[in-house]
């Protein structure tokens, strides 16, 4: 069993940065794929960056590229996602995830976090 707690959202204005977190615990982490995903209001839930347990291909959107970048830090558990130049449309609950399936896949992940809220003020 793995359990995924996220940290860092909150309230920020446009062009502004955070951090989140997203730490873990149980067996597989360090070989695992590991996203951060997000649900907007009314919008289905989509990828925004993902990193894999083997190798270091990672993957962002293309609304993210050049803002946004994912790490992890094997000894902490713990995953992160750094957010720059922030906009409006970032706004969402961000979701962490661990998986051992395909990795450009939501089916790919067998567990979530309970999210994070981002909210960018214009």
């Known amino acids: 069993q793995v359990q995924l707690v996220e940290l860092g959202g909150g309230l920020v204005q446009a062009g502004g940065s955070l951090r989140l977190s997203c730490v873990a615990s149980?067996?597989?982490?360090?070989?695992?794929?590991m996203g951060w995903f997000r649900q907007a209001p009314g919008k289905e839930r989509e990828v925004v960056a993902v990193?894999?347990?083997?190798?270091?291909?990672?993957y962002y959107a293309d609304t993210v590229k050049g803002r946004f970048t994912i790490s992890r830090d094997g000894g902490k558990n713990t995953v992160y996602l750094q957010m720059n130049d922030l906009k409006p449309e970032d706004t969402a609950l961000y979701y962490c995830?661990?998986?051992?399936?395909?990795?450009?896949?939501?089916?790919?992940?067998?567990?979530w976090g309970q999210g994070t809220k981002v909210t960018v003020s214009s």
């Open positions: 149980g067996r597989t982490f360090r070989y695992s794929n």
């Open positions: 995830a661990h998986g051992t399936g395909t990795i450009s896949r939501q089916s790919g992940y067998d567990y």
């Open positions: 990193i894999p347990g083997i190798g270091s291909n990672t």
